[in-house]
């Protein structure tokens, strides 16, 4: 194929890559799992990169440096961040705030170290620098005069410069210390939390509103399959906000009364949700 076809297959599957990834976040029940099959599609996605470029010719040199350079890194820096999160999560404490907290910590040391390690080049490449990019990103040569990763000669020459491998590892350094200061200030919230005083939520609307949710919610079969009876679920729901709903069958006669939309209070609240989702779009 040509490099203008390689550079368009590789821009597809790369937007395909990201789509599976966002998808798993959402259909995986936590970021370990949802890291494990992310690494899984992440890895077919490369193995299908790399059968195309192993035997390609590149029409000029500057097509293989954006290939290499811009290209192929993401790929590469999302096998090394689901690497490093499920590595994490794998062996992490299930409890012990202070000791998550310090391994999060010695995670961000050692990519502090990286940094220190690679400054040259990291503002090499945060620059948008490109006198050296004949000598970083083509193919079969490296120069010894330039720093190398120790382990070059183990990697695919047909598949590998000396240093596309290390802006890889800079973008996922970048995307894995964003995850680590997450669960940092998710460990800060959750012991913050911990130091307040409980507080009872309270149903501060009026009890008709309650009333109305409460007999959609049970005639549209919400708990346990239709199974709950009506007062075992209205039982539940004044206990869950400290409130007594008296005669709830007077109450639903009231509703039933109204000259003019019974169900308010469920219209109030698929406008008001609506209204949010709108909102949602626009950011």
Known sequence: MESKELTERTNNLWADLKKKIRDLKV???NSLEAAQFSLAETDTAIRSLKSWVITHQFDCWESEVHFFKELKPPFIAKFIYFSRVISLLSSLPHSGTKLKKGIYESELEYLRYFSLENRDFMSYYRR???YMDRKYFLRFQYDLD???AVDIHSYDERFSTSHDHLIAQIIAHDDYEIFLSTQIARLKEKSFEETLPKREVQWTAPKVALTELVFALHHTHCFNGG???LSETVKRF???FSIDLGNYHNTLAEIKNRKSNPTRFLQLLTENL???LDKEEDI
């Open 238 to 240: 004044e206990e869950a």
């Open 227 to 229: 199974t709950t009876s």
């Open 274 to 276: 609506t209204t949010y």
């Open 27 to 29: 259909e995986k029940k």
């Open 128 to 130: 948008n620098a490109t």
């Open 146 to 148: 330039v720093k190398l």
